[in-house]
RNA sequence: GCCGAAGUGGCGGAAUUGGCAGACGCGCGCGACUCAAAAUCGCGUUCCUUCGGGAGUGAGGGUUCGAUUCCCUCCUUCGGCACCA
C-alpha cells in the first residue's frame, strides 16, 4: 500500500470552510418574493463570558434544522445576537472592577469566536445588541408607545424584592415554595414600592388562545395554568352601614351556604367596619399578618387564623345577617379580596368554620348520592340490626356502634324504621343526601336552615351532655369519624335549602342564580385571573433605562421620540446599596420637562430585561434600521418567526411576554398577524456526567471548546443530536461521542478510499438494495427533521453508512454506488456540513456548495450525480 | 392536595392508524491484524435455560387473532401550580 488518502483531520478542514462560507456570504439572508421564506429562531444568548455545551445542545440541532429547509429550497433566515443587559454584568463589575460595558462586550466578543466555532449558519449581518443604543432606544420607543395607549403605569404597592440581586422581581420571578429568587435562588422580601407596571392582564383572554399555532401541549397548559381564568359572578353584599362589599365567587348556586364573610386582612372597608370592641383584636391580628413573610405564611402550613372584625353583612339572596372576619387565606391581590364563606361547599370555609364554631348550612344535593348513619350502643332499641337486615340495609359495628351506608333507594326505608327503634331520650341520624335528625316515632327534625340546624342543637345538648361542648351542629357530626367523608362536598348537584331556587338542577344552578342576581342588581358575571401585571422596574444600573420624566407641573412625561434613547451613564458607582444606582449619580437624572421645560427629574430605574428579549425577534429584521424598531418590508417578507426553540423555562415569563408584545404593538399598528412565534419546540438540558446540573461549584461542566479540540465540530454537533431525545437532554456521555467519531472517520474513509479495482463485478441484487436503503434514508431524515428527531437522523445515516461499508466489494462499481456515496453526503450536511463539504469538494463535484444541491425527495427522480 | 409528562437490555435510546420488541451507538465477549499494544476490521451480545424451549417494554387487570402501542386501577420519577374563592 503506497497510496494512503489522507485521514479525516477535522482541525484542518473545519476553520477553511468556516472563513469560505463567511467570505462568500453564503447565509446573508435576503428578501426573496420568488422562494418561500422560512424564519428560524432559536432563543438569544445570555453574553456570561463563555459558550456552554448547552448553547451548542440547543442551537446545534436547530441549525442542522436550518441548514435541512434550505436544501429543501426555501429562503432561510437564521439569526443570532446577545441579551446583553442584565444582573451578572452588574456583579461583575463589583467583585472585579470591571465596567458592565466592559464586560459585557468582550463577553460578547469571545461568544462570538466560539459561536462560530460550531459552523452555523447565523446572518451575522442581523446580530441585535440588546445593550447597544440603537437597540435600546427601540425598547424605550416601545415603552412610551405602551404608556401613551394607558398600558403602563406606576404603582405603589407591596412588591417581591431580591435581598441579594437588590432588585424588584417581576412575579413569574420568584419561584418555589420558599419563594425564591429565580436567578441566585435568595428568598425574596415584600417592600412597598412605586413601581411600572404593564397591563398584561388586559390581554389574558387573548393569551388563553393559542389557535393557529403550532406549540407543545407542555407550554400551553403552563400558560393557561399561569393566567388562571375563573369564570363567576360578583355579588355585593351590604354591610349594616349599606356598604357595598364586593365578592367573587366561581359558585354562585351556593349562596344561600354563605353564612360568613371572609375579608383580606388588607381589605380597604377592614378599618370601616370593626367595631370598637373588636378593634385591639383586628389591629393585632393585622400586625401579625403583615409582621410575617409569605415564607412564614407558607410554614404555617394550611391552619386557618382569623378574626370576627364585629360586623354584620347581609346575605342578598336572603337578607341573613352573617358576620364578617378578616383571615389571611383570603388574598388582597385576587378577585375582590373578599369572600362569602359556604364552608358545607369549600374545604377551606369548611376547615375555618369548623375552627371558629361558626355555622354551616348544605346547600348542594350530593351528586354521589351517599347517605351515612351511625347509631352510637345504647341509642337503638334492640332488634334494630335484624330489621335492617331484613331490608338489605348492610350495617357494621365500630366500637359498638352500628354505622350504615344507605343506598339512596332505602333511605326513606331506613327512617321510618329508625323512628321505631329509636330509646326514648335518645336520638340517631342520617347525613349525606338527607340532614334529618331521628328523635322518636313521629318526631323528626329536618336541618334545612340555619335557625331549624340551631334548634336542632339545642335538642341534643338537652339530651347528651357531650354535645354541650359543640358550637355548631356540623361539630358535633364532625366528631363521628365514619361520617366525615359525607359532611362537606364540592360538587355540583341540586340545590337544597335554597328558596325558590331549591330544586334546581347542577347542570344549569350557576347560570339561573347569576341571571337571577343580575336582575336583582345584586350582582353580574364576572371573571377573574390569577395573573397580575407585569412589574417591570428593576433598581439596577445595567438594564435600559426607564424614559419618563417627572415634572411638578407636568407630572409623568414620556421622553419624545426625537429625544430617545436616554442614554445609561458610564460613570456611576454601582454599589449595591438597594437604591438605583441611576440616583446617586450626581446629576444623570436632572433634565427638563420635554413639555414645559421646567426642571425636571428622569426616572431612576431600569426596565426588566425580559423587554429587550421580547421584541429581539423584531430586531433582527433589520438591526440597524434607524426609522422604526423594524424595517416593515422585512417584516411584511419574513415575519412570522416559522420555527421557535428553546428551554420550556420561559414557559411563563419570556414567552408570554413576547406574545404580550406582539398583541400590544398589533394592536398599535405596529405589527400585523395575531402570534409572533408559529411554531415553538423546547429543547432539554444537557446535565453533567454524574446527571447533576452542570455548576462550576459542582467541577461537572463539560466545555464545548475542550470537545471541539478533541473531536472537531462535527463530531460535537452529531453527538449532540445522536445521544439523546431532544426534548428531553440528559447526562453528558462520555462514551457515546467515541462512536460519533468512529462513523466519520468511516463515512471519510468510503468517500476517500479507492473503491474496487476496474472491470469488478457488480451483484445486480447488491446494488439495488443498496439503491433501497439510499431512498428509505433520505425517507427517514426528512421526516425527522421535519417532526424534530434528531437523534434517529444520525442513526439512519449510520445505517446508510454501514451499508455502504457492506456492500462496496460487490456494488461499489456500480452507479447506486456513486449515488449512495453523493446521496450520503448530502443528508449528512446538515448536521455535519464541514465533513460534507469537504469530502463533497474532494469528489470533484462541479457545484461549489453541497448545500445549493436541491432538495432530496423519495419522488421518482434520477440517481443524484455531482 | 391539584394539573401535566414519562417509565423499554449493563448504558444512551429505536419501534405506536395495534403486526418479527430492543434499530443505531456505547460497553462487553470472541476472533483477525501486530513482536506487543493502540487504532482498525469481522462475528456475537435482553434475560433464564436441563439447549427442547421459556420469560420479557414499571405492577396488576381488560379489549383483541395479535398490545411497548388502546382502556381501567395502582406504583415510581420528573416538571408545574398550590389557602386563587
Known amino acids: 500500500m503506497t497510496n494512503h488518502p489522507p485521514r479525516y483531520t477535522p482541525e484542518q ?30 432563543m438569544l444568548p445570555y453574553p456570561s463570558g463563555d459558550l456552554h455545551i448547552g448553547h451548542w445542545y440547543a442551537m446545534t440541532p436547530s441549525d442542522a434544522r436550518a441548514r435541512y429547509l434550505r436544501m429543501r429550497g426555501y429562503n432561510v433566515m437564521y439569526p443570532i445576537g446577545f441579551d446583553a443587559f442584565g444582573l451578572p454584568a452588574e456583579n461583575a463589575a463589583i467583585q472585579r472592577g470591571i465596567h458592565p460595558k466592559q464586560w459585557t462586550y468582550s463577553n460578547i466578543a469571545n461568544m462570538r469566536k466560539q459561536l462560530r466555532s460550531m459552523g452555523a449558519m447565523w446572518d451575522w449581518d442581523r446580530e441585535a445588541v440588546s445593550c447597544d443604543p440603537e437597540y435600546y432606544k427601540w425598547t424605550q420607543w416601545i415603552f412610551t408607545q405602551l404608556f401613551k395607549h394607558g398600558l403602563a403605569y406606576k404603582k405603589l404597592s407591596p412588591v417581591d424584592w431580591c435581598p441579594n440581586c437588590n432588585t424588584t422581581l417581576a412575579r413569574e420571578q420568584v419561584w418555589g415554595d420558599d419563594r425564591h429568587c429565580e436567578r441566585c435562588k435568595t428568598p425574596v422580601i415584600k417592600k412597598n414600592l412605586n413601581q411600572w407596571y404593564f397591563r398584561i392582564t388586559k390581554y389574558a383572554d387573548e393569551l388563553l388562545n393559542f389557535e393557529g399555532i403550532d406549540w407543545p ?70 400586625a401579625e399578618v403583615t409582621r410575617r413573610t409569605d415564607i412564614e405564611r407558607e410554614a404555617t402550613g394550611k391552619d386557618k387564623t382569623g378574626v370576627f372584625i364585629g360586623a354584620f353583612a347581609t346575605n342578598p339572596v336572603n337578607g341573613a345577617q352573617i358576620p364578617i372576619w378578616i383571615a389571611d387565606y383570603v388574598l388582597v391581590t ?122 336542632i342543637l339545642a335538642r341534643c345538648q338537652q339530651l347528651d351532655a357531650p354535645a354541650r361542648s359543640k358550637r355548631t351542629l356540623m361539630e358535633l357530626l364532625w366528631a363521628v369519624e365514619f361520617y366525615r367523608d359525607a359532611l362537606y362536598h364540592s360538587e355540583y348537584g341540586a340545590m337544597i335549602n335554597s328558596g325558590d331556587f331549591t330544586g334546581t338542577p347542577g347542570a344549569t344552578a350557576k347560570n339561573k342564580v347569576t341571571d337571577w342576581l343580575q336582575q336583582q342588581g345584586s350582582g353580574k358575571t364576572a371573571v377573574t385571573y390569577r395573573l397580575r401585571d407585569w412589574l417591570i422596574s428593576r433598581q439596577r444600573y445595567w438594564g435600559t433605562p426607564i424614559p419618563i ?79 422604526g424598531p423594524f424595517d416593515p418590508r422585512e417584516f411584511a417578507y419574513w415575519m412570522p418567526v416559522d420555527s421557535y426553540t428553546g428551554g420550556a423555562e420561559h414557559a411563563t415569563m419570556h414567552l408570554i411576554y413576547t406574545r404580550f408584545f406582539h398583541k400590544v404593538l398589533r394592536d398599535l399598528g405596529i405589527t400585523s398577524g395575531e402570534e409572533p412565534m408559529a411554531q415553538l419546540r423546547n429543547q432539554g438540558q444537557i446535565l453533567g456526567p454524574d446527571g447533576q446540573r452542570m455548576s462550576k461549584s459542582r467541577g461537572n461542566v463539560i466545555d464545548p471548546d475542550a470537545q471541539v479540540r478533541k473531536y472537531g465540530a462535527d463530531t460535537v454537533r452529531a453527538f449532540l443530536m445522536f445521544g439523546y431525545r431532544w426534548v428531553d437532554g440528559g447526562p453528558w456521555g462520555t462514551d457515546n461521542i467515541e462512536g460519533v467519531s468512529r462513523w466519520l472517520n468511516r ?72 449515488a449512495a456515496v453523493n446521496t450520503l453526503l448530502k443528508l449528512m450536511a446538515p448536521a455535519t456540513p464541514h465533513i460534507a463539504e469537504e469530502l463533497w469538494a474532494q469528489r470533484g463535484c462541479r457545484t461549489p456548495y453541497i448545500r445549493k444541491h436541491g432538495r432530496n425527495t423519495t419522488q421518482r427522480q434520477p440517481p443524484m450525480r455531482c
Open 334 to 455: 385576587y378577585g375582590t379580596g373578599a369572600i362569602m364563606a359556604v364552608p358545607a361547599h369549600d374545604e377551606r370555609d369548611f376547615e375555618f368554620a369548623l375552627k371558629f364554631g361558626l355555622p354551616i348550612l348544605p346547600v348542594i344535593d350530593r351528586p354521589d348520592g351517599l347517605t351515612k348513619s351511625c347509631a352510637p350502643a345504647g341509642t337503638m332499641q334492640p332488634g334494630f340490626a335484624a330489621a335492617l337486615r331484613a331490608e338489605n340495609i348492610a350495617c357494621e359495628e365500630l366500637d359498638g356502634a352500628l354505622c350504615c351506608t344507605i343506598p339512596p333507594s332505602k333511605v326513606a326505608r331506613y327512617v321510618e324504621i329508625a323512628q321505631r327503634f329509636v330509646q326514648p331520650g335518645k336520638w340517631t341520624e342520617v347525613i349525606g343526601t338527607r340532614w334529618e335528625f331521628i328523635f322518636g316515632p313521629q318526631d323528626t327534625a329536618v336541618w334545612n336552615s340555619q335557625p331549624a340546624g340551631q334548634e
Open 217 to 286: 401541549e407542555r407550554v400551553r397548559t403552563l400558560q393557561t395554568n399561569w393566567i388562571g381564568r375563573s369564570a363567576g359572578a360578583q355579588v355585593t353584599f351590604l354591610s349594616a352601614a349599606a356598604d357595598p362589599i364586593e365578592v367573587f365567587t366561581t359558585r354562585p348556586d351556593t349562596l344561600w351556604g354563605a353564612t360568613f364573610m371572609v375579608l383580606a386582612p388588607e381589605h380597604p372597608l377592614v378599618a370601616k367596619l370593626t367595631t370598637p370592641a373588636q378593634t385591639a383584636a383586628v389591629d393585632a391580628y393585622i
Open 747 to 818: 463515512v471519510w474513509a468510503l468517500a476517500t478510499e479507492a473503491g474496487p479495482a476496474a472491470g469488478t463485478k457488480t451483484d445486480a441484487d447488491d446494488a439495488r438494495s443498496l439503491q433501497r436503503i439510499t431512498h428509505q434514508t433520505i425517507k427517514k431524515v426528512s421526516d425527522d427533521y421535519e417532526s424534530y428527531e434528531f437523534n434517529t437522523i444520525i442513526s439512519a445515516l449510520m445505517v446508510l453508512t454501514n451499508a455502504l461499508h457492506k456492500l462496496r466489494a460487490t456494488a461499489g462499481a456500480s452507479p447506486a454506488w456513486e
Open 549 to 627: 420624566v417627572y415634572c411638578p407641573a407636568c407630572g409623568q412625561v414620556p421622553v419624545p421620540d426625537d429625544q430617545l434613547p436616554v442614554q445609561l451613564p458610564e460613570d456611576v458607582e454601582w454599589k449595591p446599596t438597594g437604591e438605583s444606582p441611576l440616583k446617586l449619580h450626581p446629576n444623570w437624572s436632572n433634565t427638563t420637562c420635554p413639555k414645559c421645560s421646567q426642571p425636571a427629574q428622569r426616572d431612576t430605574d431600569t426596565m426588566d430585561t425580559f423587554m429587550c428579549s421580547s421584541w429581539y425577534h423584531l430586531r433582527y429584521l433589520s438591526p440597524k434600521f434607524a426609522d
Open 13 to 42: 478542514i473545519e476553520q477553511r470552510w468556516q472563513e469560505r462560507w463567511e467570505l462568500d456570504g453564503l447565509y446573508r439572508a435576503k428578501i426573496d418574493p420568488a422562494r418561500p421564506k422560512y424564519y428560524a429562531l432559536t
